[in-house]
């Protein structure tokens, strides 16, 4: 049992984060008041700590996105249904919450001209009439032994599928 120097509880070994610097081997704050400090510095204190930090370790920062992103993952079919109910639908390796990011960076980017061309321009519509946050994210498809052709075959059923019900945004211009 140890002691957390910031909240004062006693607690398990195993509430606490390792550290080799300190005599027991473990950090003096228990895991959650390091949370609490961590968030608190993100979002108060220096909100543009990590973007800065990305952007001065360019190579680091690519080096841990890749490896994050190959990782053993699911393969996920999606759907990003609109309000008016059409319907976008994707394929992903990747944590469904990092491909929704990505969705919105390169939405952002294409707004402020970072991006002269859309790749989806009737999803990039759909996001300008009414609001990406109005867009519901649905798993269509999920299996963690496929592979990406296997992944490929199924959106492209998918796809066909909306198409052919005159809902799909997956259509280019």
């Not at 509430?15 to 959650?32: E, L, P, T």
Request: aromatic fraction near 10%; hydrophobic fraction near 30%; proline fraction near 2%.
């Amino acid at each position: 049992m140890k002691e957390c120097k910031k909240c004062g509880e006693v607690k398990d070994y195993s509430q606490f984060s390792k550290c080799k610097a300190r005599r027991d081997g473990y950090q003096d704050r228990c895991k959650i008041c390091n949370r609490i400090d961590n968030h608190k510095f993100r979002t108060e204190i220096n909100p543009e700590h990590h973007a800065k930090w990305q952007q001065n370790n360019r190579k680091r920062t690519v080096e841990i996105v890749g490896r994050y992103r190959k990782a053993d993952k699911s393969g996920i079919v999606y759907a990003l249904i609109s309000p008016d109910d059409a319907v976008y639908v994707g394929m992903t390796k990747t944590y469904l919450a990092v491909r929704m990011i990505e969705h919105r960076v390169k939405y952002r980017r294409f707004l402020n001209g970072k991006i002269k061309k859309s790749f989806h321009p009737l999803l990039f519509e759909s996001f300008d009439k009414w609001g990406i946050e109005n867009h519901k994210v649905k798993v269509l498809f999920e299996d963690e032994s496929i592979d990406r052709q296997g992944l490929k075959q199924i959106e492209s059923s998918f796809i066909q599928a909306f198409k052919e019900k005159g809902k799909s945004l997956n259509i280019k211009k």
